[in-house]
């Protein structure tokens, strides 16, 4: 149905309603309330539905099925997205204000690049029949790893792209509001909101690589797989905001979601012996995510323990499970400021880039830690000079996630882990950085970067190392502590072996 006047009709409307988005509702920016997002998400389901009765009125119910169904599917793989996105904007520390943009400008390349994609499956189907079979066990299989994989936590920071742009490009170290570019000393300068905007494109890329197939797995023309695809993720910028804070809540998505997906992959295999009617089809997936939403509205969520009480558990996967989630959380403001110091040559060789040893340091009551202790085979305790309030021990997880479980001498005294016990009641204090020369690193930060050390001169650490602190800023205003620290030699005596 794709004719020349109606694929030029369709993105002139698109284009034009990201111009007025863009330069008239959203010229300034500004942090999008619940209520915006509620009545912006609400316009475009309108907008996509009254584009599915347009088909229905002017081309048939065939089309019309195959339209809304693949809108479904596509409205849910965004959602199910949605944490990504919400990993991105942490990591790198988003100012709330200018995700929107971000998310906007994020959409026009992906318009792009979902074209190209969808051009290029729509030609290899027609020329080589035998791609819907690999479609199809392809979606199987995304299904199945859905269900039963393991999720893998997210570092959008190693991105190799964003790491590539990060060492080849000018970038400014700091945030310039909603600037993508900016002169600095007569030179064009990228901002890190540029470079966060390529990790937002190639994680777009990576979720077309589900939707798109399956979405060929109902119909074969370009114009209904194109059309259903963007109405879905125009409207995913409103829907993130909207669902955001209680996106965790979907417990069942992610399985209603895998049925989805293995289904379609069914289909596209068993298509030469067992015709489905685009009804059924529509039918199966819109029961099954209803009937995941309802499950996850109406059946309790298991109470969650949190990260830290997670840490003490007698299940050695809780603890790994929380043990990941803190150091995610707590490395990630720190990478989003240390990531400019890659960019000194001689600073990322003492830090030891482009592989950094990182551990996160965990201030925890004397309960609280006893049991972690204990919990965990009672690891070797730390020597730590006795002149400085703590206690700490080490834990090692896999996948390099290693922390450092700290406690207070004198609840309530002066030290630093007292008072940061006293004021927050225990968190991340810290994130500590293995590095060759503190006294050197200490210099460079100093002299190329402008930050400033806790203490004037390296002091004795834990088990015979080196250390010493930068209380750094991030771009939202945040404080984060860093350590550098330096292994004693020789080495074998070191507290902190790397994995």
Same mark, same amino acid.
């Given at each position: 149905?794709?004719?020349?006047?109606?694929?030029?009709?369709?993105?002139?409307?698109?284009?034009?309603?990201?111009?007025?988005?863009?330069?008239?509702?959203?010229?300034?920016?500004?942090?999008?309330?619940?209520?915006?997002?509620?009545?912006?998400?609400?316009?475009?389901?309108?907008?996509?539905?009254?584009?599915?009765?347009?088909?229905?009125?002017?081309?048939?119910?065939?089309?019309?099925?195959?339209?809304?169904?693949?809108?479904?599917?596509?409205?849910?793989?965004?959602?199910?997205?949605?944490?990504?996105?919400?990993?991105?904007?942490?990591?790198?520390?988003?100012?709330?204000? %200018?995700?929107?943009?971000?998310?906007?400008?994020?959409?026009?390349?992906?318009?792009?690049?979902?074209?190209?994609?969808?051009?290029?499956?729509?030609?290899?189907?027609?020329?080589?029949?035998?791609?819907?079979?690999?479609?199809?066990?392809?979606?199987?299989?995304?299904?199945?790893?859905?269900?039963?994989?393991?999720?893998?936590? %997210?570092?959008?920071?190693?991105?190799?792209?964003?790491?590539?742009?990060?060492?080849?490009?000018?970038?400014?170290?700091?945030?310039?509001?909603?600037?993508?570019?900016?002169?600095?000393?007569?030179?064009?300068?990228?901002?890190?909101?540029?470079?966060?905007?390529?990790?937002?494109?190639?994680?777009?890329?990576?979720?077309?690589?589900?939707?798109?197939?399956?979405?060929?797995?109902?119909?074969?023309?370009?114009?209904?797989?194109?059309?259903?695809?963007?109405?879905?993720?125009?409207?995913?910028?409103?829907?993130?905001?909207?669902?955001?804070?209680?996106?965790?809540?979907?417990?069942?998505?992610?399985?209603?979601?895998?049925?989805?997906?293995?289904?379609?992959?069914?289909?596209?295999?068993?298509?030469?012996?067992?015709?489905?009617?685009?009804?059924?089809?529509?039918?199966?997936?819109?029961?099954?995510?209803?009937?995941?939403?309802?499950?996850?509205?109406?059946?309790?969520?298991?109470?969650?323990?949190?990260?830290?009480?997670?840490?003490?558990?007698?299940?050695?996967?809780?603890?790994?499970?929380?043990?990941?989630?803190?150091?995610?959380?707590?490395?990630?403001?720190?990478?989003?400021?240390?990531?400019?110091?890659?960019?000194?040559?001689?600073?990322?060789?003492?830090?030891?880039?482009?592989?950094?040893?990182?551990?996160?340091?965990?201030?925890?009551?004397?309960?609280?830690?006893?049991?972690?202790?204990?919990?965990?085979?009672?690891?070797?305790?730390?020597?730590?000079?006795?002149?400085?309030?703590?206690?700490?021990?080490?834990?090692?997880?896999?996948?390099?996630?290693?922390?450092?479980?700290?406690?207070?001498?004198?609840?309530?005294?002066?030290?630093?882990?007292?008072?940061?016990?006293?004021?927050?009641?225990?968190?991340?204090?810290?994130?500590?950085?293995?590095?060759?020369?503190?006294?050197?690193? !200490?210099?460079?930060?100093?002299?190329?970067?402008? %930050?400033?050390?806790?203490?004037?001169? !390296?002091?004795?650490?834990?088990?015979? !190392?080196?250390?010493?602190?930068?209380?750094?800023?991030?771009?939202?205003?945040?404080?984060?502590?860093?350590?550098?620290?330096?292994?004693?030699?020789?080495?074998?005596?070191?507290?902190?072996?790397?994995?």
């Amino acid at each position: 149905m794709g004719t020349p006047f109606l694929w030029i009709v369709f993105n002139l409307f698109i284009l034009a309603a990201i111009v007025l988005d863009l330069r008239v509702f959203h010229r300034r920016a500004h942090r999008i309330s619940v209520r915006e997002a509620a009545l912006a998400s609400a316009g475009w389901i309108g907008v996509s539905v009254l584009f599915g009765l347009g088909v229905l009125r002017f081309y048939g119910q065939q089309p019309a099925l195959e339209y809304f169904t693949g809108y479904l599917i596509e409205k849910a793989l965004s959602v199910d997205n949605l944490f990504l996105f919400l990993v991105i904007f942490r990591a790198f520390a988003v100012d709330d204000r %200018v995700q929107h943009r971000l998310l906007e400008w994020g959409i026009l390349g992906a318009l792009i690049m979902r074209g190209v994609m969808i051009a290029l499956g729509a030609e290899l189907i027609e020329h080589f029949s035998w791609v819907l079979y690999l479609l199809g066990a392809f979606l199987i299989y995304a299904g199945l790893r859905m269900l039963f994989a393991r999720k893998l936590e %997210v570092h959008p920071d190693q991105n190799k792209l964003f790491r590539f742009a990060r060492k080849h490009l000018r970038v400014t170290q700091d945030y310039q509001g909603e600037k993508f570019f900016v002169r600095h000393a007569g030179k064009l300068c990228a901002t890190p909101l540029f470079l966060v905007l390529l990790v937002v494109e190639i994680t777009d890329v990576t979720l077309a690589v589900d939707s798109i197939p399956a979405v060929f797995g109902i119909t074969r023309d370009p114009f209904i797989v194109y059309t259903s695809n963007v109405l879905a993720i125009l409207g995913l910028r409103a829907l993130y905001f909207l669902l955001a804070g209680v996106i965790d809540r979907l417990q069942y998505l992610d399985e209603g979601l895998a049925f989805v997906l293995v289904f379609i992959g069914g289909k596209m295999i068993g298509e030469p012996w067992i015709h489905i009617p685009v009804s059924i089809s529509l039918g199966v997936v819109g029961g099954v995510l209803l009937i995941a939403l309802l499950a996850s509205l109406l059946i309790p969520a298991r109470n969650k323990i949190s990260a830290i009480e997670a840490l003490a558990s007698s299940n050695p996967a809780e603890r790994r499970a929380g043990a990941e989630e803190i150091y995610r959380v707590g490395r990630a403001p720190a990478d989003g400021i240390v990531s400019a110091w890659w960019e000194d040559n001689e600073l990322s060789a003492l830090l030891l880039g482009p592989n950094p040893v990182v551990t996160v340091g965990l201030a925890v009551p004397r309960e609280s830690f006893e049991l972690i202790h204990a919990a965990n085979g009672s690891p070797r305790m730390s020597e730590v000079p006795p002149d400085q309030d703590a206690e700490e021990f080490e834990l090692h997880f896999p996948h390099g996630v290693m922390l450092d479980i700290l406690t207070t001498r004198e609840p309530g005294g002066s030290g630093a882990i007292a008072r940061y016990l006293a004021k927050f009641g225990g968190g991340v204090q810290q994130v500590e950085f293995r590095c060759t020369n503190v006294d050197r690193a !200490t210099q460079i930060l100093k002299d190329k970067f402008g %930050v400033a050390f806790i203490y004037p001169a !390296t002091r004795p650490g834990a088990d015979g !190392t080196r250390v010493n602190f930068f209380l750094v800023t991030t771009p939202n205003g945040g404080k984060v502590l860093i350590e550098l620290y330096e292994l004693p030699k020789p080495p074998d005596s070191a507290r902190k072996v790397q994995q």
